[in-house]
């Protein structure tokens, strides 16, 4: 196996080698695959927890010659220029976790016209850009948001004086905050429940910027009479738990509290009473996108959305599934 022959070589020799020998205009190599990852950042447990899975299983798939990864920060600006030096590299597959849905045409037709295909993984992009991709592996996000909502229109369905509800949204245009947002709301106009929406601001997955949203909601609004908070993601949910509690309130009890993604700070923080509803996100889907993305290489037809498996968990399901997660 190249990688592993190159394994004691010098880090410029092997990015020569590699580039020297991955890729190239008849989009393959005899010792595996070439492939560019441009990852959304580090922002959040899941998200390291993804990195994790997709190099482990880059590195133990001996149809993978090297997987070059770059960390965006956030940022579409480089995750774009991330993009652009992978086809310049002439690497034979793209993977883009888009960070935001829409800007992507430009650079993904500059893709196309290199005859590189891209897969997307986790996050997914406007659909008037589909032609431009492959295939997308990951989450359902307008099933999580559903399920968000199916919880909470059955928790909250005997309120009498309404439902007052605080929502902390993910990275503004991101799919998954746009989708569990829509999903949500959807499920509790459909089951006819009677809510208000008190204030949704975006917290950008992050835990520092949720805390500080919430601290603002807090100030702006006062707890009394708010039901619900219902947060995008673990992080933020985490952070506006210190913010409750340094308020003087008791999470999970004075205001009922829904995440996404389970991790195991996530279930510790369900298992200690401080929130509600764990609305499952799986980012270990690694091992799967390899699988597509040598599909894709060879030219073989795939779905165009693959969703993986995920669940939902309540309170009486945190401490036994504590020792289960993986991040
Ligand atoms: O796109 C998946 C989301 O991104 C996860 O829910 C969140 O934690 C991450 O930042």
């Known amino acids: 196996m190249l990688k592993k022959a190159l394994a004691g070589i010098g880090a410029g020799v092997l990015l020569f080698g590699l580039t020297a020998c991955g890729g190239g205009d008849d989009g393959g190599s005899d010792d595996g695959l070439v492939v560019g990852f441009a990852q959304v950042g580090a922002e959040s447990a899941w998200r390291t927890a993804n990195t994790d899975s997709v190099k482990a299983a880059a590195e133990a798939d001996d149809r993978i010659a090297e997987l070059k990864f770059v960390d965006g920060q956030q940022e579409q600006e480089k995750q774009i220029e991330a993009i652009r030096n992978f086809i310049t590299q002439k690497v034979d597959v793209i993977v883009l976790a888009p960070v935001v849905e829409t800007g992507w045409t430009e650079v993904l037709a500059e893709a196309e016209q290199a005859g590189i295909p891209v897969v997307l993984a986790d996050r997914g992009i406007e659909s008037a850009d589909e032609d431009l991709y492959s295939t997308r592996l990951g989450s359902d996000f307008v099933a999580e948001g559903r399920s968000a909502g199916e919880w909470t229109a059955a928790t909250f369905a005997d309120d009498a004086d309404g439902t007052r509800i605080l929502e902390l949204q993910g990275t503004t245009g991101s799919a998954p905050a746009n989708d569990r947002k829509a999903g949500f709301f959807e499920v509790l106009d459909a089951e006819g429940l009677d809510y208000e929406l008190v204030d949704s601001q975006s917290g950008n997955f992050t835990a520092e910027e949720g805390k500080a949203v919430m601290e603002t909601f807090i100030a702006t609004h006062g707890l009394d009479g708010v039901d619900l908070l219902y947060a995008h993601n673990d992080e933020m949910g985490l952070g506006a738990i210190q913010a409750i509690e340094e308020a003087g309130f008791v999470p999970g009890t004075d205001v009922q509290i829904i995440i996404v993604d389970g991790s195991a700070a996530g279930f ?56 289960n997660r993986q991040f």
Do not use: R, W
């Open 268 to 323: 510790q923080a369900g298992v200690d009473g401080k929130l509600n509803y764990i609305v499952e996100c799986n980012p270990a889907f690694g091992e799967q996108l390899m699988d597509v993305v040598v599909q894709v290489a060879n030219g073989e037809s795939v779905e165009k959305f693959t969703p993986v498996e995920e669940g939902v968990f309540d309170a009486t399901q945190f401490e036994a599934e504590l020792p």
